[in-house]
């Protein structure tokens, strides 16, 4: 799936087309707008095949990452098979790794509260668990985190797989040090994630934490970088996460604007 590349991507991929007809060349449609979410959503809608894997175009694949995913998918009957990544050059894989088998309907609450992290490359799935599932088109930032989250929702079969089968490279305008720039456009993602997660896990209070401290850390950076706009927009937001009224508040935040201090002082008793 070509996001409107500007380099040779087009003719390479071709070129590797007419070679092996499993190959296939699309660009994002007009219509569809640029991002990752996009690009990830249409290539799900051209795909044919029973499993689906999901791969970042920055990111470098182990040539036996496939057929490894592939053949623990069929031997243990999984839904989802999970190998690990790496940020080293050379993989060497062992031929009899550590797996861990398991059936779960609420895997997503670990999921959610980080004690299984994943990233995109890391996870296959079955086509039919992700149905009419598709990548929120809205965010920019932790755009798997949501999406998994949902589909995680359901009663499935992990498989992971103690195998670092992708090669992960951060370069210096990654999304994630981007974010850290402040980025507005990642920065309310991260707001409308928190948002949501509480909206729709109003009965788990872990969950709810979780998206509160994510909350009050958005609102730390953002008051250390004295962004008073995006923190007036999100005004009843931050409020709520920090469990203050309107007029404390607001003596907080201006007393924290002013000195860039006081955020343990301002957090929940």
């Known amino acids: 799936m070509d996001d409107g590349s500007t380099d040779d991507t087009k003719a390479i991929v071709t070129e590797y087309s007419k070679k ?26 051209k795909s044919k095949g029973e499993y689906i894997q999901w791969f970042d175009s920055d990111d470098l694949m182990h040539p036996k990452k496939l ?27 062992n031929n009899n790794p550590k797996l861990e088998i398991f059936e779960s309907a609420d895997f997503y609450v670990d999921y959610i ?14 086509r039919s668990i992700v149905a009419l599932h598709r990548f929120d ?43 850290s720039k402040g980025n507005s456009a990642q920065v309310e ?32 950076r953002l008051a250390q970088s004295g962004n008073l706009k995006m923190i007036l927009k999100q005004f009843n937001f931050f409020r709520k996460v920090h469990h203050k009224t309107a007029m404390l508040f607001f003596l907080f935040m201006c007393y924290n604007l002013l000195t860039k201090r006081g955020f343990d002082k301002i957090k929940p008793n």
């Open 67 to 93: 057929g490894i995913k592939i053949k623990y998918a069929f031997s243990e009957k999984a839904d989802v098979v999970v190998a690990t990544h790496t940020t080293e050059n050379n993989i060497i894989l």
């Open 113 to 126: 509260l980080g004690e299984k992290p994943l990233i995109t490359n890391d996870v296959m799935f079955r």
């Open 20 to 45: 092996d007809a499993r190959f296939q060349y699309f660009s994002r449609p007009t219509n569809k707008p640029k991002g990752a979410n996009a690009c990830r959503n249409y290539g799900y809608e």
């Open 189 to 220: 993602s991260l707001i409308y994630l928190s948002k949501l997660l509480i909206k729709r896990h109003r009965n788990n209070l872990q969950i709810i934490a979780r998206a509160e401290r994510q909350g009050r850390k958005t609102y730390k």
């Open 137 to 179: 088109e809205n965010l920019h930032k932790a755009q798997e985190y949501e999406f998994f989250a949902r589909l995680f929702e359901q009663k499935l079969t992990y498989c992971f797989v103690d195998l670092p089968l992708t090669h992960y490279r951060e370069s210096k305008d990654s999304i994630s040090k981007y974010t």
